[in-house]
């Protein structure tokens, strides 16, 4: 009984650190979860209700390893409502193996290497005098630029897109959910 009680007590100190450090990190709720800045982007997206398309596509393109690693990456987050403003059936089509280079050519698209913050984002606008040139994993281009406080991306089709949730921070970088899917030129 003695040692039951002391294992226990070790189990409800754990947990109760576990608890109280979990409660210390600085977290945003996104897709009704909160996102931690202790774990990697995709240990945080798989939480998030909004982004379950997107979780499903790094999946299928066999991104998940890289999106766990080190980084720091800068992620442009479409929300499920982004993937729905896509034609009808381009989803479907793009998550088969068939498909595989084109979906990682859009995923990675909507990657930057480093940690942009909205405000590095902002301040690299400010010395770009209203626009920012980023340089995708993907090898293209997004122009990102603000309208008032909101800020924006535009892809190389003229296609934009809005960051409705900035400064999602992770161990290896940070997301910025957006409520459009951004293309690259194919």
């Known amino acids: 009984m003695k040692n039951f009680l002391k294992v226990a007590l070790v189990a409800f100190v754990f947990l109760s650190a576990n608890v109280a450090f979990a409660q210390m990190e600085k977290t945003v709720e996104v897709g009704g979860a909160p996102m931690y800045p202790s774990k990697n982007i995709v240990e945080n ?3 998030s209700a909004d982004h379950t398309t997107l979780v499903a596509a790094v ?3 066999g991104l998940v390893e890289t999106l766990q690693g080190k980084g720091p990456f800068t992620v442009f987050a479409p929300e499920n409502s982004a993937f729905a403003k896509l034609p009808n ?9 068939e498909n595989k280079g084109q979906l990682t050519a859009v995923l990675t698209y909507h990657v930057v290497a480093g940690k942009m913050g909205s405000k590095d984002i902002a301040e690299a606008i400010k010395k770009g005098n209203g626009k920012a040139v980023l340089t995708t994993v993907q090898g293209g281009k997004l122009t990102a630029w603000m309208k008032g406080k909101d800020l924006y991306i535009t892809d190389e089709n ?4 809005k960051v409705t949730i900035a400064d999602v921070w992770q161990s290896n970088g940070v ?4 409520d459009t899917v951004v293309l690259p030129k194919m």
């Open 45 to 47: 997206a798989v939480n």
């Open 59 to 61: 999946k299928a393109a």
């Open 89 to 97: 059936g381009t989803v479907e089509t793009l998550l088969k193996p």
């Open 158 to 161: 003229g296609g934009q897109s």
């Open 175 to 178: 997301i910025h959910s957006v």
